[in-house]
């Protein structure tokens, strides 16, 4: 019998191909438009495997109505739309994507923080409007980043890709983490702070933590006005992480300069969210590892994790 699997987007052709050469595969085939429910419940019923993404819901229900799946290969870091838990209780493995985009969501968060501070954005509109008449001394004036503090919250891998960017910058590199990072400490010079100190400190704070039971919504009012009204908060890990009316009225009433934003608490974010008529704002898709380069190597590394699993090996990257 060939093994089916089933990939919920239209991904790389010779990804795709690959796959084909020993199994049965499916597509939904969509660049724009997630995966339906009903149709990913219905691929799921005969196949062995799922490649998905950060949209598709793997839950409880969808794995007592997949008798045959052996493997989940999340396209991510991230697993928090996979019932882990119950995967575990029917021996399906989970797989996901760390390390190889690194680098490419580093850039992605440095590059909110640049924009943000020194109004990017604001400043390419302006332009492309025909409001640009005369040169002035604060014409679209914005922040230093050099020699700034910035507080990263979340030193894991891609938090110490975003400390090494700012060690470009002179700037004083601030933590908060579970756990302590020596090696970022030594290697980086980064210094650990309390979520409390570190708010107050810093000039930029980059929030790349997971999201979980414990960071779910961490970030908060009080959490916002304890920032310096000249600070910037960046976030490039999960939008439920921070409390999005929150930091509304943190941007609405001045407590913050402005924010740099690729996640939300719901995706896609509504055209009509207040967030997106401030000036001060920067919001773009959920596009941390979107570089040609790193999102094939994603999807080569799905692809090697359902072919191991499905041929009776261990995969490369598993979560549980």
Known sequence: MVKKVFITRNIDEEVIQTLATHFQVEVWHSEHHACPR????????????????????VDQELLDHAPQLEIVANLAVGY??????????KGITITNTPDVLTDTT??????????????IVEAADYVKQGSWQSWSPY?????DIHHKTIGIIGMGKIGEAVAKRARGF??????????????AEQNLQ?????????????DFVVCLAPLTEETKGMIGAEQFALMKET???????????????ALIHALQEKELAGAGLDVFEKEPIDS????LSMKNVIAVPHIGSSSFETRKIMMELCADNITHVLTGNDPLTKVH
């Open 231 to 245: 600070a910037y908060f960046i976030n490039a890990g999960r939008g439920p992480v921070a409390d999005e009316k």
């Open 38 to 57: 009903e149709e990913l419940m219905k691929q799921a019923a005969d196949s062995h495997a799922l490649l998905t993404m950060l949209s598709d819901q």
């Open 106 to 119: 580093a850039d992605l968060a440095f590059s909110l923080l640049m924009a943000s501070a020194r109004r």
């Open 170 to 183: 002179d700037m004083t590199i601030l933590y908060h983490n579970r756990s302590r990072n020596h090696e």
């Open 190 to 202: 980064a210094l650990y702070r309390t979520l409390d100190e570190l708010l107050q400190e810093s």
């Open 272 to 275: 009509s969210h207040p967030l």
């Open 80 to 89: 928090d739309n996979i019932d882990v838990k119950a995967a575990a209780e």
């Open 139 to 143: 014409l679209l004036a914005g922040s």
